[in-house]
Structure formats: C-alpha cells, structure tokens
C-alpha cells in the first residue's frame, strides 16, 4: 500500500500565542504590538520599534529613551570583536560570513545579549561589505541612529536625511512579522533554552532561502535581464513556462498586496523625490510587477498571488547603496529584534515546542511480508513534486 507524504507546511496551524504582531492575510494589514503598520512607517525610528516590541520582555528595563544609546553602545562593542577572523570571512558570501560572525556572541537570554545581536548584525555586515572590497571597517558611531550608522560604516561617508529615513522606514517595515519560518525557527531553538544567539543564528539560516528572505537579489536579477519595459511579459512568461517562480511575488499568508509592499514603495519614494532614485529603474520595475500580476492572475485564478515585500525592497536597497547579495543581511538587520522578541516570548511563556510527525514508513513484521514503498517512493523525485527555483541565490 503506498502512502502520501502529507507535507503541507503547516498552513494555518496555530503554533503559538503572541502579543507581538498579527498579518491579516486577507485584509493585507499588518499589526505590531497593537499600532499599524501605517502608522510605524510613517514616524518611528527603527530604535522606537526594538522597544514596543522588547517592551516587558526583559527583567532589565528596555524603554524607548534607553535604546538609542544602548544599541548605540552594542554597536561599539561588536567592532572591539572584529578581528582576524572577518578578514577572512570576507571573502565569502555576506550572509554566510553573517551567519559564521555571529556565532562569537555569547549565549544568553538577557538584554546585554540581545542589544548586542542586534548592534552586531549590523557592524559585521558592514565589516564583511568594506573588507571585501579591500577597505577598511569603519568604527561605529554609538551616537548616531541605527540606520544613519550603518549606511555611514558601509559606504564611509555620510548619508542624506532622506537615506536615513528610507533606511529606516524599511527596517521598521520589516521588524516583525508573524510566526514567519524563520521567526517559528527562532522559537523553536528558544524554546531548549539554548539561548538567544542560538535562535538568531537558526532564524538566519532559515531565512537566507530563496522562498523567505532570498529573494530580493533575484527580483534585481530579473530586471538586469528584461532590460527594457516591453520585454517584460515576454521574458516573465518564459520563466512561468519553464516551471519557475517569480521572485517577489505570492505569500502563503496574504491573498491581498502585502501591505509592506506598499510600505516599502513609500520609501522608495522619499528618494525619488530627492532625485536619488534611477527613474527608469523605477519605471522597469512598474512594468515587470505589472506584466507579473497579470500573468500570474491568468496563470493561478484560484490562487490570488500578489506583490509581496521583497520586490520593491530589491529596488530600495539598491538605491541606498547595498550590494544585492547582502539585501538579507540587510533584512536580517531589522528582524533580528522581531525575532529576539519572539525567543523572549517564548522562553517566557512556552514549553519546549516538540509538535509530533506521522509515521507512514514501513513496519519491521511488514517487511518481509510484502515490499512496502519508502517515503521516498511515495513522494516520488523532487522534480515531480515542485518547480525549480533556478533563479534563486
Ligand atoms: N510565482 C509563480 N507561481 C507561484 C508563486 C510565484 N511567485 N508563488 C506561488 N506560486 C504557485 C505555486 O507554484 C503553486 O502552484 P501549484 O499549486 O501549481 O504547485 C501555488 O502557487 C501555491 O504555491 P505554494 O507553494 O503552496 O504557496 P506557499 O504559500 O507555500 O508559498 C511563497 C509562498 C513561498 C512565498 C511563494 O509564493 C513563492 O515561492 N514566492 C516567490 C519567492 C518570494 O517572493 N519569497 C518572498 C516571500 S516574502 C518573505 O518571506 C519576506
């Protein structure tokens, strides 16, 4: 008898409950800590938005005057651990040098561990992004805003107001989202009480993929290769056919735009209005997110797929200077409180998450009975299963 590997992904399982942030997938809104996504982006620093989140997650007092210099001061002391070793990471991709960085945080689960995650991320990936190029790391500013540093210690000089608060409208957008595969991954390692570097570092390694935080380089990638705003359909349809996604599109959760998306875009903005942004970039990527909606509305009219945060982040992180292959070290930057503050949660709250899985492999009296399909027959070979995503880093 042949069974079928029930692999669904955990569509709509209730793993966890939260106070930190609910997606309303079908009316496209976003909430954190119980304000709007709107009403963040608009105003908030990214440093306003680590406290809403930490707020009464830690025994030491995290409040919102406090985190600017605190995060200032873990900024610093992330560069005092820049040594040899990053000389050498340098050399690799952004995120995997991120990821091998990290590890030289020490475990813990309180607040001078988390600030310093948080201030590491973004001076390693800095470090990583001067160093290849043969620079040398620029020491922090632990007076500066988050985002007004980070832009200063990757390209050495300093940036426009509207950088900055492009920079930092992006990082509010994306500072917390839901029980996300990587945020689930970082409750998951939280959850053993193995500690908050820990959780970071599996987080990380979940959203590098292609289908999570990996896709704003390909979204790039695509626009490289159209060129021009006509060739969008022909060109976008020939990647359908050949069976592949199109990056920066499709949510399991949203059946309407992302509402980052639009979040994204509203900082995009700010840039296009102090000239900073290539107007036909911008232009081309109209036309590509056009020509995609249309096609895959034809394509999947049971399925809504829409624009989803990654696509317009592709254009923004351009504009402000990184290189694509560090737009998820970039992301990682911001998310690293969202998932700081769900370990936090669930180490407060939670039991050690341990869900159970359905045996259907063969039994040792069956088998000499009668030869019983493997899982592996029963799901048959992955090219059968799901399309390729080539395009993917
Ligand atoms: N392009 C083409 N087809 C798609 C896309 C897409 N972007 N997204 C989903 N589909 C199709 C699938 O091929 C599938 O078709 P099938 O039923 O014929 O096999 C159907 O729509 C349903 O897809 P699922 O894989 O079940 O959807 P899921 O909820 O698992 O996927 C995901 C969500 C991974 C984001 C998907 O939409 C995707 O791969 N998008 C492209 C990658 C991307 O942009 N990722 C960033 C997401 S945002 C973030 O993580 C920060």
């Given amino acids: 008898m042949r069974e079928t590997l029930e692999m669904n992904g955990l569509d709509d399982v209730i793993a966890a409950d939260t106070v930190l942030s609910d997606v309303d997938g079908q009316a496209g809104t976003l909430i954190i800590r119980g304000r709007s996504l709107d009403e963040l982006a608009q105003g908030s620093t990214y440093e306003a938005v680590l406290a809403l989140l930490w707020e009464g997650l830690f025994d030491d007092p995290s ?3 406090a985190v600017p210099a605190l995060l ?10 820049l040594g040899q070793a990053e000389l050498r990471r340098a050399q690799q991709d952004p995120v995997e040098a991120l990821r091998v960085l990290l590890a030289q945080i020490d475990d ?3 607040l001078d561990t988390a600030l310093r995650l948080v201030g590491a991320t973004a001076v390693f990936t800095a470090a990583v992004l001067r160093l290849r190029q043969g620079l040398k790391p620029i020491e922090p500013d632990a007076t500066a805003s988050h985002s007004a540093d980070l832009l200063r210690m990757i390209h050495g000089t300093p940036s426009t107001a509207e950088q900055v608060t492009a920079l930092d409208r992006y990082l509010v957008t994306v500072s917390d989202h839901g029980l996300n595969a990587s945020t689930f991954a970082a409750r998951v390692v939280a959850s053993t009480r193995a500690g908050l570097t820990s ?4 987080a990380l390694s979940a959203l590098k993929g292609p289908l999570h935080g990996g896709a704003p380089g390909p979204v790039l990638d695509y626009l490289d290769s159209i060129g021009k705003p006509e060739m969008a359909s022909g060109w976008l349809q020939e990647t359908l056919s050949r069976g592949e996604r199109l990056m920066g599109f499709g949510h399991r ?6 509402p980052r998306a639009d979040a994204v875009k509203g900082a995009l903005r700010t840039l296009i209005r102090a000239g900073q942004v290539d107007a036909q ?20 009219p049971e ?10 982040t592709a254009l923004l992180l351009e504009a402000l200077g990184f290189p694509r292959d560090a737009f998820t070290c970039v992301f990682a930057i911001s998310r690293t409180g969202g998932w700081i503050a769900h370990a936090r949660e669930q180490i407060l709250g939670g039991r050690l998450i341990r869900p159970r899985s359905r045996y259907i492999g063969p039994r040792p009296q069956s ?13 048959g070979p992955e090219s059968s299963r799901r399309p390729p995503i080539t395009s993917a880093r």
Avoid: C, M
């Fill in 63 to 65: 409040r919102a005057p």
């Fill in 72 to 81: 200032g001061r873990a900024r610093s002391q992330a560069f005092e651990r």
């Fill in 108 to 110: 813990g689960e309180r």
């Fill in 199 to 202: 959780a970071v570092i599996a």
């Fill in 253 to 258: 959760i949203y059946r309407v735009r992302d």
């Fill in 281 to 300: 970039r911008l232009q081309l990527a109209e036309a590509v997110e056009a020509a995609a909606l249309r096609l895959l509305a034809a394509k999947k």
């Fill in 303 to 312: 399925r809504p797929l829409q624009t989803n945060v990654e696509f317009y």
């Fill in 367 to 379: 088998t000499l009975a009668q030869p019983v399909a493997t899982s592996f027959d029963a799901i």
